[in-house]
Nanobody, 123 residues
Framework: QVHLIESGGGLVQAGGSLRLSCVAS????????MAWFRQAPGKERTFVAA????????YYSDSVRGRFTISRDNAKGTVSLQMNSLKPEDTAVYHC????????????????WGQGTQVTVSS
């Protein structure tokens, strides 16, 4: 069972930046596809970004492409999300997730989830 802990959320003004981190333990995380999802109040959880086990492929939702960057450090067991040019519509709880079985980055394929970290962007 992979254990994921997110950090780095907070309150920031529109146009600002935040860096989220996810520390993973309890499995061969270096071989997993890792991703970030987010859930805004009253809305469903949606995909933000994903990275394959060696960082060879990175995927982004249309809404964050060009502003967010996902990265990983397998030696440290961490995955990060650098968020620049933040907008009020980026306000959500951000969750780290791990897919131990494939490189698929759709939600049903992620079996391990963190509790999330709150990101609030003021206008």
């Amino acid at each position: 069972q992979v254990h994921l802990i997110e950090s780095g959320g907070g309150l920031v003004q529109a146009g600002g930046s935040l860096r989220l981190s996810c520390v993973a333990s309890g499995g061969t995380v270096s071989m997993y596809t890792m991703a970030w999802f987010r859930q805004a109040p009253g809305k469903e959880r949606t995909f933000v970004a994903a990275i394959t086990w060696n960082g060879g492929y990175r995927y982004y939702s249309d809404s964050v492409r060009g502003r967010f960057t996902i990265s990983r450090d397998n030696a440290k067991g961490t995955v990060s999300l650098q968020m620049n040019s933040l907008k009020p519509e980026d306000t959500a709880v951000y969750h780290c997730a791990a897919n131990a079985l494939s490189s698929d980055y759709t939600q049903p394929h992620f079996g391990s989830w963190g509790q999330g970290t709150q990101v609030t962007v003021s206008s």
